[in-house]
């Protein structure tokens, strides 16, 4: 199975930035689409977006404020979150989609807390 480990997380005011990588244990990221995913306590898992060659998508919620992006060469992959907002405050997850177009690889998650 391909392990993958995200970092980054950590306690912030609103309006800061942090920056999330999600590190997989092999080349994966270049012929697989990756998504970021986030789960506060008692909510659903939230889709925020996804990478692929076809380009990036994101929910409306955090279009213009988080960016996806990749680095082949160092099996990682980015979100970068400005402008952060207290509901932004969650676990945040990275996956991999397969060929299926199932999200089949699942990182440990990191915590975002974003104060008010």
């Known amino acids: 199975q391909v392990q993958l480990v995200e970092s980054g997380g950590g306690l912030v005011q609103a309006g800061g930035s942090l920056r999330l990588s999600c590190v997989a244990s092999?080349?994966?990221?270049?012929?697989?689409?990756m998504g970021w995913f986030r789960q506060a306590p008692g909510k659903q898992r939230e889709w925020l977006g996804s990478?692929?060659?076809?380009?990036?998508y994101y929910i409306d919620s955090v279009k213009g404020r988080f960016t996806i992006s990749s680095d082949n060469n160092k099996n990682t992959v980015y979100l970068q979150m400005n402008s952060l907002k207290p509901e932004d405050t969650a676990v945040y997850y990275c996956?991999?989609?397969?060929?299926?177009?199932?999200?089949?690889?699942w990182g440990q998650g990191t915590q975002v807390t974003v104060s008010s």
């Open positions: 092999e080349s994966i990221f270049s012929t697989h689409a």
């Open positions: 996956a991999v989609r397969s060929n299926r177009g199932m999200y089949d690889y």
């Open positions: 990478i692929s060659g076809s380009g990036a």
